[in-house]
C-alpha cells in the first residue's frame, strides 16, 4: 500500500502543477490583457494550429474544462477588444447580446426597421456561424435580371389566388340582390300569385328554393374567404418585404466588399485575422 502511494505520488503532483501553471498563466493574461494568450489557453490546439500553422498541435481541453464555470466572466472580459474590432472591420454589423449567455451575440447587418439575424457570434470560440439558407438566397438574387426577385413566381401565384377570392368577396351585394328577387318570387307562388313566367307548381318551387339556397350557401362562406384573403395578403406581404431586406443587406455587404464570397471569407477567417491583428501590435 505505501509504496504504491510512493510511485503515484510524483505523477499527481505532476497533474497538480499543470492545472496551478494553467490557472497561473490564464489570470496573468488577464491581468495584463493578453487577449491573444486567453485564446491560446481557452483552446492550444486550435490556436497553435490556426495562428502558429502547427498541424497536429496537441490539446488542452483537460485543462481548459477548469475554468468552464467562469466563461461568462472571460467572455465579459474578451467581448470589449473583439467589439472594437468588429465594428472596424463589420461597421454595418448591429449586434444584440443574449441577457442569458454573455459569450452569445445575435448578429444583423443594417440598423434599419426589421432588420435581419442572419449569424451568431461565439466570443469565446471567436466564430460567426452564418445563415446559409440567407447567403444561399444572396447568391441566388445577384444572379437574378435587374429588379427582379427570388419571390417573384410565388409572389405572382399569390395574386391570382387573392384576385380570385377578391372577386368573389366583390360579388356579395349581387349575391344579396338575387337572393331577395329568388325570396319574393318564392312568396309569390306561396300566395298562388302569377310568379315566375306564371309557374306555380311544385317544380319551379323547387328550382327556385335551390338557386336561392346556393346562394346563402355562397354568402356563408364569406367569412372564410376574408380571412382566406387576409392570410394570404399577409404572406404576400411577408415575401415582398423580404425581397426588400435582402436587397438592402446585399447593397450593404456590396459597399464594403467586392462581392458576398469576400464577404463570407472575412467572416470564416476571424478567429485567425483577428488575434493575428492583435498579435501584431504587441
Same mark, same amino acid.
Given at each position: #500500500?505505501?509504496?504504491?502511494?510512493?510511485?503515484?505520488?510524483?505523477?499527481? =503532483?505532476?497533474?497538480?502543477?499543470?492545472?496551478? #501553471?494553467?490557472?497561473?498563466?490564464?489570470?496573468?493574461?488577464? #491581468?495584463?490583457?493578453?487577449?491573444?494568450?486567453?485564446?491560446?489557453?481557452?483552446?492550444?490546439?486550435?490556436?497553435?494550429?490556426?495562428?502558429?500553422?502547427?498541424?497536429?498541435?496537441?490539446?488542452?481541453?483537460?485543462?481548459?474544462? #477548469?475554468?468552464?464555470? =467562469? $466563461?461568462?466572466?472571460?467572455?465579459?472580459?474578451l467581448a470589449p477588444e473583439l467589439s472594437k474590432y468588429l465594428k472596424q472591420q463589420f461597421s454595418f454589423f448591429d449586434f444584440v447580446a443574449t441577457s442569458d449567455e454573455?459569450?452569445?451575440?445575435?448578429?444583423?447587418?443594417? +440598423? *434599419? *426597421?426589421? $432588420?435581419?439575424?442572419?449569424?451568431? %457570434?461565439?466570443?469565446?470560440?471567436?466564430?460567426?456561424?452564418?445563415? /446559409?439558407?440567407?447567403?444561399?438566397? *444572396?447568391?441566388?438574387?445577384?444572379?437574378?435580371?435587374?429588379?427582379?426577385?427570388?419571390?417573384?413566381?410565388?409572389?405572382?401565384?399569390?395574386?391570382? =389566388?387573392?384576385?380570385?377570392?377578391? !372577386?368573389?368577396?366583390?360579388?356579395?351585394?349581387?349575391?344579396?340582390?338575387?337572393?331577395?328577387? %329568388?325570396?319574393?318570387?318564392?312568396?309569390?307562388?306561396?300566395?298562388? /300569385?302569377?310568379?315566375?313566367?306564371?309557374? +306555380?307548381?311544385?317544380?319551379?318551387?323547387?328550382?327556385? &328554393?335551390?338557386?336561392?339556397?346556393?346562394?346563402?350557401?355562397?354568402?356563408?362562406?364569406?367569412?372564410?374567404?376574408?380571412?382566406?384573403?387576409?392570410?394570404?395578403?399577409? &404572406?404576400?406581404?411577408?415575401?415582398? /418585404?423580404?425581397?426588400?431586406?435582402? $436587397?438592402?443587406?446585399? &447593397?450593404?455587404?456590396?459597399? $464594403?466588399?467586392?462581392?458576398?464570397?469576400?464577404?463570407?471569407?472575412?467572416?470564416?477567417?476571424?478567429?485567425?485575422?483577428? %488575434? /493575428? !491583428?492583435?498579435?501584431?501590435?504587441?
Open positions: #500500500m505505501t509504496d504504491s502511494q510512493t510511485v503515484l505520488q510524483p505523477e499527481l =503532483i505532476n497533474r497538480l502543477d499543470s492545472k496551478i #501553471m494553467y490557472l497561473g498563466q490564464l489570470q496573468s493574461a488577464v #491581468m495584463n490583457q493578453q487577449v491573444p494568450q486567453v485564446y491560446e489557453l481557452l483552446d492550444s490546439k486550435k490556436f497553435n494550429e490556426q495562428i502558429r500553422q502547427r498541424p497536429h498541435a496537441d490539446s488542452n481541453a483537460l485543462l481548459a474544462q #477548469m475554468v468552464t464555470d =467562469i $466563461h461568462d466572466n472571460l467572455a465579459i472580459f454573455p459569450s452569445i451575440y445575435q448578429v444583423y447587418i443594417g +440598423t *434599419w *426597421w426589421d $432588420h435581419r439575424q442572419f449569424a451568431i %457570434l461565439d466570443v469565446l470560440s471567436l466564430t460567426l456561424t452564418i445563415n /446559409k439558407k440567407i447567403v444561399s438566397e *444572396w447568391q441566388e438574387t445577384i444572379k437574378l435580371p435587374t429588379g427582379a426577385n427570388i419571390n417573384d413566381i410565388q409572389i405572382r401565384e399569390i395574386k391570382q =389566388i387573392t384576385n380570385g377570392l377578391q !372577386t368573389f368577396l366583390d360579388d356579395e351585394t349581387k349575391r344579396n340582390l338575387e337572393v331577395q328577387v %329568388l325570396n319574393d318570387q318564392l312568396a309569390q307562388l306561396k300566395e298562388n /300569385k302569377s310568379g315566375l313566367l306564371g309557374r +306555380t307548381d311544385k317544380k319551379a318551387r323547387e328550382e327556385l &328554393e335551390n338557386k336561392r339556397d346556393l346562394l346563402l350557401a355562397s354568402q356563408q362562406r364569406v367569412p372564410e374567404v376574408k380571412a382566406k384573403l387576409a392570410e394570404h395578403e399577409s &404572406e404576400m406581404l411577408q415575401l415582398e /418585404k423580404d425581397d426588400a431586406l435582402r $436587397h438592402l443587406e446585399i &447593397e450593404e455587404i456590396l459597399s $464594403h466588399f467586392d462581392d458576398i464570397d469576400a464577404f463570407i471569407q472575412k467572416v470564416d477567417h476571424l478567429y485567425v485575422d483577428y %488575434l /493575428k !491583428t492583435l498579435l501584431q501590435k504587441k
